[in-house]
């Protein structure tokens, strides 16, 4: 749960900068794998699923703007 409170804390400039950098980590990592350079083999699952929190973390902001724009328009009708 720590986690969890980590990446919501993060401002959205801050999870694109982190998602950037997961997913550069994630090609270097199969680079590695492939020319046979990589001894912790765990790392990339560990960065693939950096990734995906990021972008779990960008989708969720995402759906609840859209959420709230959606519930002001409906306020804004029926005013």
Known sequence: ???????QNLSD????????EAKDEVFKLRFQIVTGRLD???RLKEAKKEVARA?????????????????????????
Do not use: S, V
């Open 13 to 20: 400039a801050d999870l694109i900068e982190r998602l950037d």
């Open 55 to 79: 972008m779990t973390e960008l989708r969720t902001r995402e759906i609840q703007a859209a959420e709230a724009q959606q519930a002001q328009m409906q306020e804004a009708g029926n005013g």
């Open 40 to 42: 912790n083999t765990a």
């Open 1 to 7: 749960m720590a986690r969890k409170a980590n990446w």
